[in-house]
């Protein structure tokens, strides 16, 4: 599969001597974090060359364009029974990709769209800097950490050794810029009731979706809803009174987030990293089957801060009204746990990832 083009063509001999890679993919949840970090180091090294390495599904480099930065699609294989023969593939793309872009240094979000890239880096000499933003580390993480030359963490303990270095995770400013009357003028909700905010992560969650659909008459009664769906999966047909949905916000979300007095979410570190920064606690209710179980691991550190509570997806349907229903009724308890849940966020967190990354450099 032939890459589009859409990286820089300059003679080598002409191309910045400070250039940085960014890689991650495969969720914008890998690639927000991305931007938070070459924001600061472009404040801290404004003569570094920033170029991203995403996905291949088309929202990842609009979103990257979006925010300033060239960004080239890469098709990473996934594991599957002809694994072997598509990462040969893949790692031959990425030796081009490397040789056309000349980096300095390699900066890893974390995830398969990495792993190639980051095995042809260190072929060639590159220094790896990677960042490992959940709290217990997938396999392509492991890897491309023997490989690294610093590991920073999310959370402390998902990985150890001497390379590792807690810094939190990043999120962007404008996470925590948002208004309440923006927010509440975005929905036009009425302001007269507590706010709901139900969040599948980047790609949407229809076990939550189904789950809101099923239990939105009952919980109408006493809170408002803003749910943000993920493309292609509404579960509900009309807008009722109270309830407002969309399948995806961008520079809406900190509005969104600034109307809202509680969460429903999944469990990505980037949402949990988000929900810390603005205060808001949350029900969190862990993807299961995926890698690791990292969600899980990730939801049993914010329950440890006594910010969240877990929610088991299998109860979904039990408990769901009755778990909103106490917590939007108990406006200290509610207070207690944004209090508890904004020590997870770590404010410097993209500050400190982009030293790494200049020390790198050096």
Request: include cysteine; charged fraction near 20%.
């Amino acid at each position: 599969m032939k890459e589009p083009a859409l990286y820089d063509r300059r003679p080598k001999s002409i191309m910045s001597p400070q250039r940085v890679l960014f890689i991650g993919g495969g969720s914008l949840g890998h690639i927000a974090p991305s931007l938070a970090i070459a924001q600061a180091l472009k404040e801290i090294r404004s003569d570094a060359d920033i170029h991203f390495v995403v996905g291949d599904r088309p929202n990842e480099a609009d979103f990257v364009a979006q925010n300033g930065f060239a960004a080239t699609p890469f098709c990473a294989p996934r594991l599957g029974w002809n694994f072997l023969w598509n990462f040969r593939q893949a790692v031959r793309r990425a030796h081009v990709l490397l040789e056309e872009l000349q980096p300095r240094v390699i900066f890893d979000k974390g995830g398969f769209v990495g792993v190639p890239l980051c095995f042809a880096a260190r072929k060639r000499g590159i220094p790896i800097v990677l960042h490992e933003s959940d709290a217990v580390s997938g396999w392509a993480n492991w890897l491309v950490g023997k490989w690294a030359q610093a590991v920073c963490l999310g959370f402390k303990g998902s990985l150890t050794g001497s390379k590792t270095i807690f810094t939190g995770n990043p999120i962007r400013s404008l996470v925590t810029t948002g208004s309440r009357q923006k927010g509440i003028a975005l929905t036009g909700l009425s302001r007269m009731r507590p706010v709901l905010i139900v969040l599948g992560g980047s790609q949407g969650a229809l076990a939550l979706n189904k789950a809101i659909a099923a239990n939105l008459t009952q919980l109408l009664e006493f809170c408002d809803v803003i749910h943000l769906t993920g493309e292609g999966k509404s579960t509900v047909a009309q807008n009722p009174p109270g309830y407002w949905q969309c399948p995806f916000a961008g520079e809406e979300l900190p509005h969104l987030y600034a109307a809202a007095d509680l969460a429903l979410s999944r469990a990505g570190a980037n949402t949990i990293t988000e929900l810390a920064a603005i205060g808001l606690p949350a029900i969190l209710v862990p993807l299961e089957g995926v890698a690791h179980d990292h969600q899980r691991r990730n939801t049993e550190v914010a329950v440890e801060s006594g910010g969240c509570v877990l929610l088991e997806q299998g109860r979904l349907s039990a408990s769901l009204v009755s778990t909103v229903r106490h917590l939007i009724e108990a406006a200290d308890s509610r207070r207690i746990m944004g209090n508890a849940i904004h020590s997870l966020h770590q404010p410097d967190a993209a500050r400190q990832i982009a030293a790494v990354i200049v020390r790198q450099l050096a």
